[in-house]
């Protein structure tokens, strides 16, 4: 494993007390813009402003748990990785609708079934990769980059009837975004990893000079608590299964966003990663799901891991999951100190658009890098483009939402869950057939290697399969074959079968006589040098190292030996 | 299989171009051996245009290094490609048998 160039704290590194601090602080601000969606569902409840003010505590309480939940690695729970979680857009559409519907209670009851569903995906999801693979993950980490950005530029520019921009609140978003974005690639050392906090902290400055913080923020600041405990007084559950379905897909989305966040941490904390760790993915989507089922205990709106906060780690180049414990004493911190969270959460909107923005893009990036982390044919491109498609469809062509049955419709209603939808349902179809096996007969006497390797090259090509999973495979296919003809006296020619099911390739290779030998412990340099038995033993072992999985059979004189590499 | 031979001061440097396995190994292990018993005090053997090694392939480099040692030649190994050396790696010969990143570094370590 290589540390890439641009990571100055790895995952497992302990960064100096100050920087650890500081990125929490850097973090902890970034997360703390999407303590907004509590309160908007608070609002959709008709709820007092109190009661918003104790559901942002109490989410910010669950937020800590959960943060350190994510990256403590305690038995089943923690990926390990800085995938902290924020109040998610996955659960803030059905929490809205629940909220108005059938009250606070409900949405509660319903967060807490949707994080067992995740804890129980979480438990499932070996068997289920296959439903789940890369490229899905990485169209998920993408729409959500973009939904980010799309954000940012949303509370920028628009909506929520924010009033038209002024041209010196322009200047102050352009020079907070420029300063983050010329910090980032110019600067060096703390210049880079604190970026966001500089630009932020400089914009804020920025915004009083120019005198156009808004009065409501200042309004918000100075109403707040310096100190306060949050009552707990309006929490409560119920279930109701007429609810079931939006929060299954919502835990189905939350459980892909984990995938993604877990793949892209790996992935740049590591130059020469290949593949998602699935037990790493499985304790970071239990941790996650352990998160929410929290936040509907305390009264909170429903977690996930934030891929903003992957993309601000991947962008100051500080994964260190010691970071965590930093932001979560932050975030526990604010819940009691609500005019320091107000500070945050009451930003003025070009501020907070710029930090939207900057992180948007790493987020763009570290989902690109996941969906073509292997080779795309035909159907994952499909996969891809269309699921890109519909999920973009919500926001620019809002009628073809509109065109579903009404009950699906607040089901399906973000781009991200449309897009994932789109993408598992295609991938599933696309399944049919998927499963691919090439056979070969290699005749006894000398059989040149070259034509053993073209038959898995030209396999390899034809099913999308890795190129370096397809080395490995040749290797051994060649070395069994030359150990076999030297070494079992084959009594007739052997049968090579390849087949590739999108996450394994697996080698059999079959014939008559003895069973080639596939060693757990290296023969000796001399039994090598000395004896031919010696040089089978070296071979076997070899072949039984690179393989992930090795099988040998031997019935009615038929023996075969099987390699089985994970892709 | 390719061998080409240069020499650099008393370094015999063997370039193999191609595949080490059993039926390459033999021509390798004849045409260095013969090196080494015609008088080699120093043999440089650049693998960079190697793409395979197989089990026999391991066995004539173990052999050569043996006779090498018994003649007092020092013998040296360059220019792995990652794939090669992986497969070192893989057999448990990375530390057995002395290895140069560069030819350069082979030259100075084979004097």
């Known amino acids: 494993m290589r540390k890439p160039s641009n990571v100055v704290y790895g995952v497992e590194e302990r960064p100096p007390l100050g920087v650890t601090v500081v990125s929490g602080l850097q973090h902890a601000g970034l997360m703390s813009m999407f303590l907004l969606y509590p309160v908007l569902i608070a609002r959709a409840a008709d709820a007092p402003v109190e009661v918003a003010a104790a559901m942002v505590s109490f989410t910010l309480i669950a937020m800590a748990i959960g943060t350190v939940l994510q990256v403590i690695r305690l038995g089943p729970f923690g990926s390990g990785y800085l995938c902290a979680p924020i109040p998610s857009i996955v659960y803030l559409v059905p929490s809205l609708v629940v909220a108005k519907q059938a009250g606070l209670e409900t949405v509660f009851g319903m967060t807490i079934a949707a994080g067992l569903f995740e804890m129980a995906l979480a438990r499932a999801l070996r068997p289920l990769r296959p439903i789940f693979p890369p490229e899905i993950i990485g169209v998920v980490v993408l729409i959500v980059g973009v939904a980010t950005g799309l954000l940012g530029l949303r509370i920028a520019f628009g909506g929520g009837g924010a009033g038209a921009v002024e041209p010196a609140e322009l200047w102050l978003g352009l020079v907070t975004l420029g300063l983050m974005v010329a910090l980032n690639v110019w600067g060096g050392g703390f210049l880079r990893i604190f970026c966001v906090l500089i630009g932020m902290t400089a914009g804020y400055l920025l915004a009083g000079v120019l005198g156009i913080i808004p009065q409501e923020s200042f309004d918000g600041i100075a109403k707040a608590q310096v100190l306060a405990i949050p009552d707990p007084g309006y929490v409560g559950w119920k279930l109701d299964l007429s609810y079931a379905l939006p929060f299954a897909v919502a835990g189905v989305a939350a459980t892909l966003k984990v995938m993604g966040n877990v793949a892209t941490c790996q992935k740049a904390d590591n130059a020469d990663w290949v593949r998602v760790s699935m037990g790493d993915v499985t304790r970071g989507v239990l941790a996650d799901g352990a998160g929410t089922v929290l936040a509907g205990v305390v009264g909170a709106q429903g977690l996930n891991s934030s891929p903003t906060v992957v993309g601000l780690a991947t962008a100051s180049g500080v994964l260190s999951r010691r970071v965590g414990y930093s932001i979560a004493a932050i975030l526990f911190a604010l819940a009691f100190l609500p005019k320091i969270g107000a500070l945050f959460y009451l930003m003025p909107r070009m501020i907070a658009a710029s930090a939207l923005i900057f992180s948007s893009t790493f987020i763009v990036v570290n989902g690109l890098q996941v969906m073509t982390s292997r080779l795309l044919d035909a159907r994952k491109t499909l996969v891809i483009g269309l699921a890109l498609l519909a999920a973009f469809a919500v926001d620019a062509q809002p009628e073809l939402l509109r065109s579903l049955p009404e009950t699906l419709q607040p089901v399906l209603g973000t781009s991200l869950v449309l897009g994932t939808v789109v993408g598992l349902a295609l991938n599933l179809l696309f399944r049919i057939g998927a499963r691919r096996t090439r056979e070969l007969t290699v005749p006894l006497g000398a059989v040149p290697s070259e034509r053993i390797e073209a038959f898995l090259q030209a396999s390899g090509e034809s099913w999308g399969a890795r190129a370096d999973v397809i080395g490995r495979a040749k290797f051994n296919l060649v070395q069994s074959i030359e150990t076999i003809l030297e070494g079992c006296d084959p009594e007739g020619p052997l049968e090579v079968e390849a087949s590739f099911d999108e996450y394994h390739v697996v080698i059999g290779v079959s014939y008559r006589g003895p069973l080639l030998e596939l060693p757990e412990a290296r023969p000796t340099n001399d039994e090598i040098m000395e004896t031919e038995e010696g040089h089978r033993r070296l071979a076997g072992f070899m072949l039984r190292r690179y393989a992930d999985r090795v099988s040998s059979t031997h019935k009615a004189g038929l023996s075969t030996v099987t390699f089985t590499f994970d892709h | ?111």
């Not at chain 2, 005090?41 to 190697?50: I, K």
């Open chain 2, 1 to 111: 299989m390719i061998l080409n031979e240069q020499s650099a001061g008393n370094v015999t440097i063997v370039e193999a171009v191609g595949r080490l396995d059993s039926a390459n190994s033999p021509k390798v292990q004849d045409r260095v051996g013969a090196l080494i018993t015609g008088g080699a005090t120093s043999l440089l053997l650049d693998l960079g245009h190697v793409e395979y090694v197989s089990s026999a392939g391991f066995r004539s480099l173990l052999l050569l290094a043996r006779q090498a040692g018994q003649a007092r030649c020092r013998f040296v190994l360059c220019g792995l490609t990652p794939k090669v050396k992986q497969l070192f790696d893989l057999g448990g010969f990375l530390d057995l048998l002395p290895i140069a990143a560069t030819r350069e570094e082979g030259i100075a370590a084979a004097q």
